[in-house]
């Protein structure tokens, strides 16, 4: 969804280069202390240029950027077998926008096109939002770089399709086995490539009878579970992975029912193809599958650790599904995990259940020596609450706990909560876990630092409620450091008559850099986050 653009009036920022150095901090805005000083890396030559321009009065030639100026730029890395490349993306379909916090309003200001990326001057020293998207960057570095990593070939093309057909052959699989419930998950393909962006689970339409070594058929389809379906390219070496997941048990759960998880047992590469999607034409997926090799691990998962926890991410949250899953990690993790290329585990808990499971678990790898294993930790909490349209419906409030790291990392001891969520949570004063209809267009969201943890950034993303579904959809995200525990909404954000939900979620994240490098350095490992929820609140 593309975000609306921001209505507000522009701020008094001068179209002279560099005019406005050395102006003063801008009046208290209320995001809290600790901010770091303007950045002051590089770009000039100390000979009273900057960039190959002149600095202007006021603006000493100290070596680094002059003071009231911002470059944005987004920097697309794309990681590769061989190595990893980077283009510089065109920003003017939808340039970013610099909000400079004034007291209890802003002033918007707007860059232009120039060296090194987006400019903006006339930027009073301190902590301004940076808008790229429908997501805000607090930040008071002189430089930022809005892009991320991407997965696959520079070079790659994607059609406008998202949906194939396709033509299965299938053989030596691992005896079938049908899926029955949730803890007996049973079978399931799915398709990966290493050299383009793909991910998809196949949806095979005929009955797979249990036992089953080999399937053919035309009545499969695959969904792309990362957009546009990519353009194969013999010539290129664009090749797929073709993985069989099988069902394996973890033991039983307290009342006795046999927990059941997924785990890739079988795979197979094909060579290099070629196939353009058009949504018609079926894609080929044909193959002799061999046994993965196997790796087995212990875990000892302290679910009744998190559960406590539920009363803080909401007063009324309840526990909810405790999940495992395991991913490789393309290229290795030096650059930490990038690129989603399916599953290699996953293990999920009934709703609810509380208590330690110890457990020897099983999984098989066909991906090459140097890519990683990454183990994520997930744990739910959900709270239902009436909507306030008075139909007396029940929505669900979901927050989480959320850890990635190294998967060696990550069972190196018990499975337990690293971090708690964000205390003290409140709506211009009011605690967030209150329903009620807000007064203000901007208000100001407060929260005090998590129980235990050393949070360096915070999540806040506003949630539209779609009245016809109850439903929540994610419409803007405001990142921020971990020294600041309270914003104010920017304009435009909330719309009049609508219904929202909050969330604040602590990050731990050790290498990321939300003022200067926020997507790229958000794919870094380890990170761990929890959220604290608000109750749904309405705008007038």
């Known amino acids: 969804m593309k975000s609306p653009r921001l209505s507000f009036l522009l701020g008094a920022t001068c179209v002279a280069w560099l005019v406005g150095c050395g102006s003063g901090s801008p009046e208290s805005n209320g995001l809290g202390a600790g901010l770091e000083a303007v950045d002051t890396d590089t770009d000039s030559a100390g000979d009273g240029t900057w960039m190959g321009e002149p600095i202007a009065e006021g603006c000493a030639p100290d070596g680094g950027v002059p003071e009231g100026v911002v470059v944005v730029k987004s920097t697309t890395r794309f990681h ?8 510089e993306e065109d920003l003017s379909a939808d340039p970013p926008e610099i909000l400079v916090p004034t007291g209890s309003t802003f002033a918007l200001h707007l860059g232009s096109p120039g060296r090194g990326g987006w400019v903006f001057t006339g930027i009073p020293q301190g902590p301004y939002y940076l808008r790229a998207g429908s997501t805000f960057f607090i930040s008071s570095a002189n430089h930022v770089d809005i892009g991320g990593n991407r997965l696959g070939r520079a070079d790659a093309r994607y059609a406008d399709v998202v949906s194939s057909p396709l033509q299965v052959n299938l053989l ?19 398709l990966i490539s290493g050299q383009v962006a793909l991910y998809s689970t196949v949806n095979v339409f005929d ?43 973890a033991g039983f759960l307290p009342d006795g029912r046999k927990l059941g998880y997924t785990a890739v047992e079988r795979s197979v590469e094909v060579g290099a193809f070629d196939f353009a999607p058009d949504g018609v034409t079926p894609m080929p997926v044909t193959g002799l599958l061999q046994p993965a090799r196997m790796r087995e691990f212990p875990i000892e998962w302290r679910v009744p650790d998190f559960a406590r926890l539920a009363s803080q991410v909401h007063p009324n949250a309840q526990p909810g599904v405790p999940r495992l899953d395991l991913v490789p990690g393309p290229h290795g993790l030096r650059e930490g995990w990038v690129g989603y290329s399916g599953e290699l585990l996953t293990l999920s808990l009934p709703r609810g259940v ?124 405001i990142y921020m450091p971990g020294s600041i525990t309270q914003v104010r909404l920017p304009p435009d954000i909330l719309e009049p008559g609508t219904t929202y939900i909050a969330t604040v979620s602590a990050m731990d994240s050790p290498n990321l850099a939300i003022e200067t490098a926020p997507f790229r350095t958000l794919a870094l490992l380890p990170y761990r986050g929890f959220d604290t929820k608000s109750s749904y609140f309405t705008t007038p």
């Open 80 to 87: 590769t077998s061989v190595g990893i490349a980077e283009r």
């Open 172 to 190: 030596n699989l691992a005896p079938w086995q049908s899926w029955r419930s949730s803890l007996q998950p049973g079978s399931s393909l799915q």
């Open 207 to 249: 009955f797979v009878p249990d036992g089953a070594t080999s399937i053919v058929t035309s009545n499969a389809v695959l969904d792309s579970g990362l957009g546009d379906l990519p353009v194969f390219e013999a010539n290129k070496g664009d090749r797929l992975y073709i993985n069989q997941l099988s069902e394996f048990t």
């Open 354 to 477: 509380v208590y330690d499971l110890t457990a020897r678990l099983k999984f098989g790898n066909p991906y090459p020596s140097n890519w990683g294993v990454v183990g994520g930790l997930s744990y739910s909490f959900r709270n239902q609450e009436p909507l306030p349209d008075g139909s007396g419906r029940l929505g669900s409030i979901t927050g989480h706990y959320s850890e990635w790291d190294a998967l060696d990392n990550l069972i190196a001891g018990p499975l337990v909560p690293k971090l708690s969520p964000p205390r003290a949570f409140t709506i211009d004063g009011v605690p967030a876990s209150v329903p009620r209809r807000v007064g203000t267009a901007s208000p100001v969201l407060e929260w005090a630092p998590p129980e235990f943890g050393a949070p360096n950034a915070y999540h806040v993303s506003i949630h539209r409620v779609d009245p016809d579904f109850g439903l929540a959809l994610t419409w803007w995200s």
